[in-house]
Nanobody, 123 residues
Framework: QVQLAESGGRLVQTGGSLRLSCVTS????????MGWFRQAPGKEREFVAG????????YYEDSVKGRFTISSDIPKSTVYLQMNSLKPEDTAVYYC????????????????WGQGTQVTVSS
């Protein structure tokens, strides 16, 4: 059984930083794409960042480039999202997910999801 569990979300002020973590189990972490998505109230879930499990190939949604960094710790089966220079528009529930499609930015191509962690950025 594949399970993902996010943590690290909280209330932070504009300009602050957070690091989200996602621990995975039940899947060979290094062989899949890991992605971070977010969903704000009343909006669709959107792609934020992705990484190929065992490589250093990373890709980002344009609005977070230069502010967010995705990374992975394969022995710990954990993927991280370091978020700097946070803005109120970054407020959302953040989800990690895993996909068999390399380089995917499409939520429907991710087959397992965590429960989400709330990030709130105050202005």
């Amino acid at each position: 059984q594949v399970q993902l569990a996010e943590s690290g979300g909280r209330l932070v002020q504009t300009g602050g930083s957070l690091r989200l973590s996602c621990v995975t189990s039940g899947r060979t972490f290094a062989s899949y794409t890991m992605g971070w998505f977010r969903q704000a109230p009343g909006k669709e879930r959107e792609f934020v960042a992705g990484i190929f499990g065992k490589s250093d190939i990373k890709y980002y949604e344009d609005s977070v480039k230069g502010r967010f960094t995705i990374s992975s710790d394969i022995p710990k089966s954990t993927v991280y999202l370091q978020m700097n220079s946070l803005k109120p528009e970054d407020t959302a529930v953040y989800y990690c997910a895993t996909s068999q499609t390399w380089g995917s930015r499409v939520a429907s191509e991710y087959d397992y999801w965590g429960q989400g962690t709330q990030v709130t950025v105050s202005s």
